[in-house]
């Protein structure tokens, strides 16, 4: 196996954090700037030591690069300028590739923009969340409605790939109020679209929420009914249903993710950043503070390590496979994993198709929408629980 032709960056630095959000952040610390570059700069040079890296050659050549968070728009123009200075020393995107930077709509002003277009950025993945007043403050989002709108049109008039992020399930947000939002949604013109439902993560604000009874979740009726109305809005406007929360239009699917869910090996760099080579799946260290310390230190500042078995591979290869509405050829499977998917999965396949969740034509494997509605209650037949990736698809 060749050295791997996809990378992923953690930036860690939110203006502020939003109360549903679980992700590896440091909010108002823009003091640890500094700190944070010294210690990228520090883990980007263990690129020189992959065992697929040839003798001699000091970086990657990369298909795609995503800068994720966090929010990597917050270090603005001359951050952006400064990080891709220091990437590029190690990580080298190809003629053609797809580079990703994921932004909150408040940070795209006309210099950031530049910016990006200078660092050969080709997709901006828009931190949107909803196009209503009311469900951005219900979901505590620190901008409005007209800074999406504004923000898409800077970037879609430069020529930029342009994802844009919704959220259903909202605090309060009713089913009109989703269907105003895909509709402003497809009216903006992104090539891409992903809807997320909210989850109540351990640990948030919202769930401590929840807990009190102060917030409550959407009822899950409600849920299903969001969902279907993103699938039949979107693709209605051109989107393909591509994967369970990711709309394209043709030729626009996010290449990184897809990466993800071929299984292909990827490097990843940063706090809570999780690389893979195929089999084991290493995670840096979550805490910010902790990974820059233990890395400057010289120290180990990975965190967890989840070294797979063959067949414990395969079965997550199945998860991520039937996620994408492609499906599973038995046939490919095979040949990528060594086994055969019906001796994995064969069961669940045949339980899941006699109750419309899924069509098998005795090549092909995909899940229905009724099957999609309810797939992440169905990975258990497939995994243990402590089996289930747990990678962060991007957008």
Not at 107 to 134: E, I, K, M, N, Y
Not at 239 to 251: M, T
Not at 266 to 271: C, D, K, N, Q, S
Not at 290 to 316: C, H, Q, Y
Request: charged content about 25%.
């Amino acid at each position: 196996m060749g050295p791997p032709r996809h990378a992923y960056i953690h930036v860690p630095f939110c203006r502020h954090r939003c109360g549903y959000c679980d992700f590896t952040l440091v909010a108002g610390r823009d003091d640890l700037v500094d700190r944070y570059f010294a210690a990228l700069a520090r883990e980007l040079e263990r690129v020189s030591r992959l065992p697929a890296v040839a003798a001699g050659d000091v970086g990657l050549d990369l298909d795609t690069l995503y800068l994720g968070g966090g929010t990597p728009s917050h270090l603005g123009p001359a951050g952006l300028r400064r990080l891709f200075s220091l990437l590029h020393q190690r990580l080298h995107p190809v003629v053609g590739a797809e580079v990703t930077v994921e932004a909150n709509p408040l940070d795209v002003t006309p210099d950031f923009v530049a910016a990006a277009a200078d660092c050969g950025v080709t997709r901006v993945s828009l931190g949107g969340q909803s196009l209503d007043a009311t469900t951005l403050r219900a979901l505590d989002r620190d901008h409005a409605p007209d800074d999406v709108r504004r923000a898409a049109g800077l970037l879609l008039a430069d020529g930029f790939g342009v994802s844009l992020d919704l959220m259903t399930a909202a605090p309060g947000q009713s089913l009109a109020d989703v269907e105003r939002d895909l509709e402003t949604a497809v009216s903006l013109g992104p090539q891409h679209v992903s809807v997320y439902c909210l989850t109540w993560e351990k640990g948030t604000s919202f769930e401590s929420q929840r807990r009190k009874g102060l917030r409550q979740p959407a009822e899950e009726a409600l849920e299903g009914r969001m969902f279907e109305a993103a699938i039949e809005r979107l693709e209605a406007g051109g989107y393909e249903h591509y994967e369970v929360s990711n709309f394209a239009k043709p030729g626009a699917r996010c290449r990184h993710n897809e990466a993800y869910w071929d299984c292909r090996p990827w490097e990843a760099f940063g706090p809570g950043a999780a690389r893979f080579d195929g089999r084991t799946r290493i995670t840096n260290h979550r805490a910010t503070t902790t990974w820059m310390n233990k890395i400057l230190a010289g120290d180990d500042f990975s965190g967890d390590v989840d070294a797979m078995t063959p067949e414990n591979a395969a079965r997550e290869r199945v998860v991520v496979g039937l996620r994408r509405r492609d499906g599973i050829d038995r046939e490919a499977f095979a040949t990528a994993s060594g086994f055969a998917l019906d001796a994995l999965a064969g069961g669940a396949i045949a339980r899941w198709t006699s109750q419309g969740l899924a069509i098998d034509d005795g090549r092909l494997v995909r899940l229905t929408r009724a099957g999609l509605l309810v797939s992440d209650g169905l990975w258990a037949e497939i995994l243990k629980a402590d089996r289930m990736p747990s990678t962060r698809p991007v957008a």
